[in-house]
């Protein structure tokens, strides 16, 4: 089992940043990548982001690319999501997964274990 916890998010104006925070614990050792999902109003949720544990490779949906950075601190089992020049299209409730798997993490697949998420609303 590993567990996460997801925190930082909050409201922003258009343009401006926030930080989530992704902590993990229990069997944090089985895990291959850490992904961050999004789910917007009406809509189906969707992959925005991963890195894996030990090469810090990352992948991003072409939506955020230049405007987020996934990243991971090793001691802390944390993962983060800095989130740059948000739009107001950002907004959503923001989960982080865990995979166990190498295959297919970075295009959002193979995710066992998922955070409680943390809600993200950016203001135009």
């Known amino acids: 089992q590993v567990q996460l916890v997801e925190s930082g998010g909050g409201l922003a104006q258009a343009g401006g940043s926030l930080r989530l925070s992704c902590a993990a614990s229990?069997?944090?050792?089985?895990?291959?990548?850490m992904g961050w999902f999004r789910r917007a109003p009406g809509k189906e949720r969707e992959f925005v982001a991963a890195?894996?544990?030990?090469?810090?490779?990352?992948y991003y949906v072409d939506s955020v690319k230049g405007r987020f950075t996934v990243s991971r601190d090793n001691a802390k089992n944390t993962v983060y999501l800095q989130m740059n020049s948000l739009k107001p299209e950002d907004t959503a409730v923001y989960y982080c997964?865990?995979?166990?798997?190498?295959?297919?993490w970075g295009r959002g697949f193979g995710y066992v274990y998922w955070g409680q998420g943390t809600q993200v609303n950016v203001a135009a």
């Open positions: 997964a865990v995979t166990p798997s190498s295959s297919g």
């Open positions: 229990g069997r944090t050792f089985s895990w291959y990548a």
């Open positions: 890195v894996n544990w030990s090469g810090g490779s990352t």
